[in-house]
């Protein structure tokens, strides 16, 4: 089992939808979970970082966490062309970061 | 504010030759990364530096070699590239270890 995973994609959805990218994460002990966003081509860029369980909002942007099954959402409301792109999870366990291999999203006109 | 500044772009290397990929970083961050990109595998930690004096091995350290000059600066070298080091590779830096990276814009090597 991977010790974070994500669903390759492609995820496509319609502009002005909510797009839901999600993550699950094997080991119970991790404490701290991030959500990075790479265009093709350029490096990652952090958009989101969540600690404790429930929502976290930023904009558009809403981070979800449960530790009890071990997932992390992010939910991009009213999706726009420009957030297509790659999403990488990235968890914290016991100072080791460890990446998804990120899911792609590709939002349509 | 240039952020994480990583040098060369992109390089072409044979097998065999050496090469140093410079990164620097002018956030005042304590800790860096070098990391590769691989389709299908994801980011791979090569080697990170917690603190300016220190160096520890990732996940992927063979046939890699660092060096933390100063705070700002961390440099990766390759001693002997291989065609298995056909990579993008990516510095980053970060005010607490682990926590809130930002990237350099990466270094397109390839092997022959």
């Known amino acids: 089992q991977k010790e974070v995973e994500q669903n390759s994609g492609p995820l496509s959805v319609p502009e002005g939808a909510i797009a839901s990218l999600n993550c699950t994460y094997s080991?119970?002990?991790?404490?701290?979970f991030f959500w990075y966003r790479q265009y093709s081509g350029k490096s990652p860029e952090l958009i989101m970082s969540i600690y404790s369980n429930g929502d976290k909002e930023d904009g558009r942007f809403t981070a979800q966490l449960n530790k009890a099954s071990q997932y992390v959402s992010l939910l991009i409301r009213d999706s726009q062309p420009s957030d297509s792109a790659t999403y990488l999870c990235a968890v914290l366990t016991a100072s080791k970061l460890t990446f998804g291999t990120g899911t792609r999203l590709q939002v349509t006109l | 504010n240039a952020g994480v500044t990583q040098t060369p772009k992109f390089q072409v290397l044979k097998t065999g030759q050496s090469m140093t990929l410079q990164c620097a970083q002018d956030m005042n961050h304590n800790s860096m990364y070098w990391y590769r990109q691989d389709p299908g595998m994801g980011l791979r930690l090569i080697y990170y530096?917690?603190?300016?004096?220190?160096?520890d091995k990732g996940e992927v350290p063979n046939g890699y070699n660092v060096s933390r000059l100063n705070k700002r600066e961390f440099s990766l070298r390759l001693e002997s590239a291989a065609p298995s080091q056909t990579s993008v590779y990516f510095c980053?830096?970060?005010?607490?270890?682990?926590?809130?990276?930002?990237f350099g814009s990466g270094t397109r090597l390839t092997v022959v």
């Open positions: 080991d119970r002990g991790s404490q701290s």
């Open positions: 530096s917690a603190s300016e004096g220190t160096t």
């Open positions: 980053a830096s970060s005010e607490v270890n682990n926590y809130g990276y930002t």
